[in-house]
Nanobody, 112 residues
């Protein structure tokens, strides 16, 4: 069983910033973040593999930065210039091969 510790969600005004962090028990090749807004499917935000290769959604490029610390098994998402459409539950995810594991999720709300 993979243990997740997610932190950093909350309420922020449009244009503001938040930092999401996720610590996991174990080492995984791919770590990242997905999000799910009400009434919508879960979607990729960004992932980063052990070597540092990043895949990110077009909607967050230039605003969100993902990073990881392989020595601590942590992944961080720096979110800047937040928009109301970024409002969602953000899920930390890790993967080895075809098996995905999910954190419990943290709410991010962007509203004035």
């Amino acid at each position: 069983q993979v243990q997740f510790v997610e932190s950093g969600g909350g309420l922020v005004q449009p244009g503001g910033s938040l930092r999401l962090s996720c610590a996991v028990s174990g080492t995984f090749f791919t770590m990242g973040w997905y999000r799910q807004a009400p009434g919508k499917q879960r979607e990729l935000v960004a992932t980063i593999n052990f070597g540092g290769t990043i895949v990110s959604a077009n909607s967050v490029k230039g605003r969100f930065t993902i990073s990881r610390d392989n020595s601590k098994n942590t992944v961080t998402l720096e979110m800047n210039s937040l928009k109301p459409e970024d409002t969602a539950v953000y899920y930390c995810s890790v993967r080895n091969g075809a098996v995905n594991f999910w954190g419990q999720g943290t709410q991010v709300t962007v509203s004035s």
